[in-house]
């Protein structure tokens, strides 16, 4: 299984109601999360992370679809395939 690296970009509307979901399922995945920024926006009452994520594709899939099943989260993904180095 090939190790992936990319980027997650991550938009929730109205946080103060899901905020708790969203961190507990980035908790969970935590050992995938190279980097993480958030940036609260109260005055479009949005918030906006982007992760950097490496690991293989099934548990990214499963990372970013378990955040995409919240309701007013919205998550698109950009991945590569990382060379294994011998």
Same mark, same amino acid.
């Given at each position: 299984?090939?190790?992936?690296?990319? %980027?997650? @970009?991550?938009?929730?509307?109205?946080?103060?109601?899901?905020?708790?979901?969203?961190?507990?399922?980035?908790?969970?995945?935590?050992? =995938?999360?190279? @980097?993480?920024?958030?940036?609260p926006?109260?005055?479009?009452?949005?918030?906006?992370?982007?992760?950097?994520?490496?690991?293989?594709?099934?548990?990214? @899939?499963? =990372?970013?679809?378990?955040? @995409?099943?919240?309701?007013?989260?919205? %998550?698109?993904?950009?991945l590569?395939?990382?060379k294994?180095?011998?």
């Amino acid at each position: 299984m090939s190790k992936r690296i990319g %980027v997650v @970009g991550i938009v929730v509307n109205e946080p103060k109601q899901i905020v708790t979901k969203v961190n507990t399922i980035l908790s969970d995945y935590g050992h =995938l999360i190279v @980097g993480r920024m958030g940036i609260p926006r109260p005055d479009e009452n949005v918030g906006v992370i982007a992760l950097i994520v490496e690991g293989g594709t099934d548990e990214i @899939g499963a =990372l970013t679809g378990k955040l @995409g099943n919240l309701p007013g989260v919205t %998550v698109k993904s950009a991945l590569t395939t990382k060379k294994e180095e011998k």
